[in-house]
């Protein structure tokens, strides 16, 4: 079931998808079953049909990196059939937020491959630079402007390696590659008269239904989740929740001094800690750990 586009294309899967029919839990489970107990073709194209708009949706978030919509469209229905064919119907979860991640890591997969200017980088940690130093940057940057001050160069760059915990010279080395390499959303698109790239964005704000199942869908990866963290030790729980789980993470350096460690320990303590939770979660719940994005 192989899905190629090319030209106008995307334009057409987009409306196919936004025409597609809604499943409801039962009927989604129905199929996911009979896909994974007897293999029936049908219902697996039926469960990927009612789910490409969540891949379209979420392909057109990755726009600015500069990848043609054709290719993340692609790219986002790879994701999503890798997710059908994996997923456990009995696991208590709706396919819709396990795929999720599955389109997301298909996705940034394909643009870490093909950014004009990053040829390398597949690990976590990279992957998770890539993706996140432009905000990271401009957090401090509007940190230091509230205070009348102005951040740059290696004292930036330092700052921003201590708060994604990598190693400053990975940061260097991404901060030369990304640069430039970005476009405006408010360009217009070529033979479009004064359309904006950013008016062709899919609304992806949740419907009511999407909301339910999505919170009764993360109240079991909580569950799941609280679960794994007993099997830490106090001080491996206490740097996970730190730097993991609080909306504003701690930095490696506050968490170091806290305990009495380096940054590097702290840094080991917390990928040992990951590797815990990581085979515990798959012990327990299979593909969980993708699910709840361990990074």
Do not use: C
């Not at 049908?42 to 990755?62: G, I």
């Not at 390696?161 to 070529?190: C, H, K, T, W, Y």
């Not at 794994?228 to 993991?244: G, H, K, P, S, Y």
């Not at 590097?264 to 085979?279: G, H, N, P, S, V």
Request: glycine content about 6%; charged content about 30%.
């Amino acid at each position: 079931m192989a899905m190629t586009y090319d030209g106008d294309g995307s334009r057409i899967v987009a409306k196919q998808a936004m025409a597609a029919e809604m499943l409801d839990a039962e009927t989604e489970l129905g199929l996911a079953r009979a896909w994974r107990d007897t293999g029936d073709e049908a219902a697996l194209h039926r469960l990927v049909n009612a789910y490409m708009r969540l891949a379209v949706s979420m392909a057109s978030k990755y726009r600015r990196y500069g990848a043609p919509m054709p290719d993340l469209i692609q790219e986002a229905g790879v994701g999503l059939m890798k997710a059908a064919e994996k997923f456990d119907p009995d696991r208590g979860v709706r396919f819709s937020t396990y795929a999720v991640w599955w389109i997301k890591a298909s996705i940034q997969d394909y643009v870490m491959r093909n950014w004009s200017m990053v040829r390398t980088g597949s690990t976590s940690s990279q992957k998770a630079l890539f993706f996140n130093l432009r905000r990271v940057r401009a957090k401090f940057e509007r940190e230091a402007g509230a205070v009348g001050e102005e951040i740059r160069g290696q004292e930036l760059r330092e700052k921003i390696a201590i708060e994604v915990g990598v190693p400053l010279r990975d940061v260097e080395m991404m901060d030369a590659r990304l640069a430039g390499s970005d476009f405006s959303l408010n360009a217009q698109q070529a033979g479009e008269e004064g359309r904006e790239w950013v008016e062709t964005l899919e609304d992806s704000t949740p419907q009511a239904e999407e909301t339910v199942s999505r919170d009764q869908d993360l109240g079991r990866a909580r569950t799941w989740l609280r679960d794994a963290l007993e099997t830490l030790n106090q001080r491996e729980r206490m740097i996970i929740v730190e730097r993991q789980l609080k909306d504003t993470p701690r930095t490696l350096e506050s968490l170091g001094n806290e305990l009495g460690l380096s940054k590097e320990r702290i840094r080991q303590l917390e990928a040992q800690a990951l590797k815990k939770l990581r085979r515990e979660l798959e012990q327990t719940t299979g593909n969980a750990a993708a699910m709840l994005a361990i990074a």
